[in-house]
């Protein structure tokens, strides 16, 4: 109905007494709770009146109540989460404010000032183009990835200046020798080797000079450091999957000439 109103109340605590004393006020029909899961939920399922929710984290998603009459007049509530993706529809308002968002960043120049540390015991990051020399196969074949265009994703939209974007679309930000804003070098852009191999200063050494293996770190080791709950949700439980979009390296004592 045209003329429905619906008293929504948001508080920072929903903890039992907090939650039993407001039940005992008739006037509220909605309490949104401090968020505590990534998505929005239904925090009392006990209570349909008032109805507690929560809103979710990260803006990944939205909440929809929706109110309805029965029959006999009596108001229901639902609530539902809805995904923030390419289907819904996009609202001029919320657009405009996330685009001044990422001018602000810019203009700040939260990216430069971000703090960067040294990495223990003398390691730096040489960016993927040095790996070339040695792994050729392997680089080429990572160069027909997505993971090589990672930081294209985030120019396309223009997030290339958000320090909570960049760190996983670049090579060692937040430490001394890696990625630090767009003036850094190309190969420390995308996805490179040293972000699942980690820094490959002493591995370049001890093979060019005492013709060493160090052993560097093997792929899947590192994948979580990117692909958490909150990032990637579809990541756990097909890991394999992901893992196949981007093998660049020849099977263990399979023939040079063999093309994966």
């Given at each position: 109905?045209?003329n429905l109103?619906l008293?929504i109340?948001?508080?920072?605590?929903?903890s039992?007494?907090?939650a039993d004393?407001?039940?005992?006020c008739d006037a509220v029909?909605?309490v949104?709770c401090?968020?505590e899961?990534d998505?929005?939920?239904?925090?009392?399922?006990?209570?349909?009146?008032?109805?507690?929710?929560s809103?979710g984290r990260?803006?990944?998603?939205?909440?929809?109540?929706?109110?309805?009459?029965t029959?006999?007049?009596q108001?229901?509530?639902?609530f539902?989460?809805?995904?923030?993706?390419?289907?819904?529809?996009?609202?001029?308002?919320?657009v405009?404010?996330?685009?001044?968002?990422?001018d602000q960043?810019r203009?700040?120049?939260?990216l430069?000032a971000?703090?960067?540390?040294?990495?223990?015991?003398?390691l730096?990051?040489?960016g993927?183009k040095?790996?070339?020399?040695?792994?050729?196969?392997?680089?080429?074949?990572?160069?027909?990835?997505?993971?090589?265009?990672a930081y294209?994703?985030?120019?396309?939209?223009g997030s290339q200046y958000?320090?909570?974007?960049?760190g996983?679309h670049?090579?060692?930000?937040g430490?001394?020798?890696?990625?630090?804003?767009?003036t850094?070098?190309?190969?420390?852009?995308?996805?490179?080797?040293e972000?699942?191999?980690?820094?490959g200063?002493d591995?370049?050494k001890a093979?060019?000079?005492?013709r060493?293996d160090?052993?560097i770190s093997q792929?899947q080791s590192?994948?979580?450091d990117c692909?958490?709950?909150d990032?990637?949700?579809?990541?756990q439980?097909?890991?394999n999957?992901?893992?196949?979009?981007?093998?660049?390296?020849?099977e263990?004592?399979?023939s040079?000439d063999v093309k994966?």
């Open positions: 109905q045209d109103v008293n109340l948001i508080v920072d605590d929903c039992g007494e907090v004393q407001i039940k005992l029909d909605v949104v401090p968020t899961a998505e929005p939920r239904i925090v009392d399922k006990e209570s349909d009146r008032p109805l507690f929710v809103a990260l803006g990944k998603y939205v909440g929809k109540l929706t109110a309805r009459l029959t006999d007049n108001l229901r509530l639902y539902d989460k809805v995904a923030v993706d390419e289907k819904l529809p996009a609202d001029e308002t919320l405009q404010l996330y685009e001044d968002y990422k960043v203009a700040e120049g939260l430069e971000y703090p960067r540390v040294p990495l223990p015991d003398g730096k990051y040489l993927s040095k790996c070339y020399s040695c792994h050729g196969y392997e680089y080429d074949k990572w160069a027909t990835k997505a993971h090589a265009h294209d994703s985030l120019v396309k939209v958000d320090p909570e974007c960049v996983c670049v090579v060692g930000f430490y001394e020798s890696g990625f630090l804003s767009e850094s070098a190309e190969d420390l852009r995308n996805v490179g080797c972000v699942c191999h980690g820094p200063l591995h370049m093979v060019t000079t005492q060493v160090t052993g792929p590192r994948c979580i692909h958490t709950p990032r990637s949700p579809g990541y439980g097909h890991e999957e992901y893992l196949e979009k981007i093998v660049h390296w020849r263990q004592k399979a040079p994966k």
